[in-house]
């Protein structure tokens, strides 16, 4: 079982329309989330980080988080061309030697059709 | 506050050539990671420095792939000798550990082929 798992898409949402994208781990104790956007040729940017179970808000961005599910996700209101892109989910955990350890899954690309 | 450099943008080699990274994190951050990331795929670590001390290599091959963080601050990655498969984007990140925030700032990469 890989430990960040996410679909590779492509999602497509028309615009102006809510994007979904989710994301499972597999580290019960994993501490802290974070959502990462990567445009083609580009590198990542961080746009939320979520630490507690429920919501988090800003800006047209939600990220949910439910650690007894071991889920966490983004949505995206009102969908634009501009968020076309691909998003990756990050996992903050253990790693084995006891330090911090932060791992990434492979992404969902993103496709807003205008 | 500038953010993490790195230099060169892209680089083009032969097979069996070796190829140096340099990377200059956010002021002040002490955790500094190498990541590769073929196409297609997500960031996979390479290395993670915690000031001038590796914290996790596990997964570098270290037959041909070496990286160094001298006083703390910038870092070079090498690849020595260099194989097809090596082709792909280097990354570098840094981050500010502060309370349970383990945020990473990503520098512009550099794009490998291996010809």
């Known amino acids: 079982q890989k430990e960040v798992e996410q679909n590779s898409g492509p999602l497509s949402v028309p615009e102006g329309a809510i994007a979904s994208l989710n994301c499972t781990y597999s580290?019960?104790?994993?501490?802290?989330f974070f959502w990462y956007r990567q445009y083609s040729g580009k590198s990542p940017e961080l746009i939320m980080s979520i630490y507690s179970n429920g919501d988090k808000e800003d800006g047209r961005f939600t990220a949910q988080l439910n650690k007894a599910s071991q889920y966490v996700s983004l949505l995206i209101r009102d969908s634009q061309p501009s968020d076309s892109a691909t998003y990756l989910c990050a996992v903050k955990g253990l790693g084995s030697g006891g330090y911090q350890k932060v791992t990434f899954g492979t992404g969902t690309k993103l496709q807003v059709i205008p | 506050e500038a953010g993490v450099a790195q230099s060169p943008r892209y680089k083009i080699i032969e097979k069996r050539q070796s190829v140096a990274f340099w990377c200059n994190p956010i002021s002040g951050h002490a955790t500094l990671y190498w990541y590769q990331q073929i196409l297609g795929q997500g960031p996979k670590l390479l290395i993670q420095?915690?000031?001038?001390?590796?914290?996790?290599d596990s997964q570098l091959p270290k037959d041909r792939f070496s990286a160094e963080r001298l006083k703390g601050v910038d870092s070079t990655l090498k690849i020595q000798p260099a194989k097809l498969e090596d082709s792909a984007v280097y990354l570098c990140?840094?981050?500010?550990?502060?309370?349970?925030?383990?945020?990473?700032?990503f520098g512009p990469g550099t794009r490998l082929t291996v010809t």
């Open positions: 580290d019960r104790v994993s501490q802290s």
């Open positions: 990140a840094s981050s500010l550990e502060r309370g349970a925030s383990y945020e990473q700032y």
């Open positions: 420095f915690q000031n001038n001390g590796v914290v996790d």
